[in-house]
């Protein structure tokens, strides 16, 4: 039997559930701890009694999104900033337009962030120098 559950990281832990059950959740420090506990709740529960054979657990990991607001967050800057970098084509493709605005991968946001930064400290450090 196969049983079909989300994963997402969610204000620094994990959380875990399953689509049919809302009853069966899960959450963790780790990725790895709150499979653990998803697989426990899961075998708790009279669904794994009934199959009558083994389960197959498909967990489909949620991916974290960025709006405006978590984009500025992260780039350590106003939302106005981010919207002019978004403009001027200078910022990451949202994977999203919604009628609510735009939306990233954050780890897309975060990788741009990185680089961003290195390339500003590299500026600082050739007109200081």
């Keep these: 039997m196969e049983i079909r559950a989300w994963m997402r990281q969610r204000g620094g832990r ?7 059950d809302p009853e069966i959740r899960a959450s963790a420090a780790t990725r790895e701890r709150c499979l653990q506990a998803l697989r426990r ?3 708790r529960t009279p669904r794994k009694a009934a199959s009558g054979g083994p389960l197959t657990l498909v967990v489909e ?4 999104l960025a709006g ?3 984009a500025a967050e992260v780039m350590g800057w106003d939302k106005r900033r981010v919207i002019t970098y978004i403009d001027r ?9 919604l009628a609510s605005g735009r939306v990233w991968l954050r780890a897309d946001v975060e990788r741009y962030a990185a680089d961003w930064h290195s390339r ?9 120098g």
Excluded: C, H
């Design 14 to 20: 994990w959380v875990a559930g399953i689509d049919e």
């Design 41 to 43: 709740a899961l075998d």
């Design 61 to 64: 990991v949620l991916p974290s």
């Design 68 to 70: 405006v607001a978590e």
């Design 89 to 97: 084509g200078s910022f990451p493709e949202p994977v999203q337009s």
């Design 120 to 128: 500003f400290a590299m500026r600082r450090r050739k007109s200081t």
